[in-house]
C-alpha cells in the first residue's frame, strides 16, 4: 500500500515544484498545463485503482495493510 501513495505524494511534489516557478514561460498555456498535470493525473488514477483492487478483492485497507 505504501509504494501508491508514495509515488502519488511524490509526482504531485514535482509537478508543483514545475508550477511554481513558472517554469517554461515560452510553451503555449494549454500545452504547459497537459504536460505539467498529465503524468500527475494518470498516476494518481493508477495508483487509487491499484489502492482500490487489494480492499476490493481481499478487503486490505491501509490501515489493516500487512508490513505496518
Given at each position: ?7 502519488g505524494v511524490?509526482v504531485?511534489?514535482m ?11 515560452q510553451v ?9 498535470l498529465?503524468?500527475?493525473v494518470a498516476?494518481?488514477a493508477?495508483?487509487?485503482?491499484e ?15 500487512p508490513?505496518?
Amino acid at each position: 500500500m505504501v509504494p501508491p501513495v508514495l509515488a502519488g505524494v511524490l509526482v504531485w511534489g514535482m509537478a508543483l515544484l514545475d508550477v511554481i516557478p513558472g517554469a517554461h514561460p515560452q510553451v503555449p498555456a494549454g500545452a504547459r498545463a497537459l504536460f505539467t498535470l498529465g503524468a500527475p493525473v494518470a498516476l494518481t488514477a493508477l495508483a487509487c485503482w491499484e489502492m482500490h483492487r487489494p480492499r476490493r478483492l481481499h478487503g486490505l485497507t491501509i490501515r489493516a495493510a500487512p508490513g505496518r
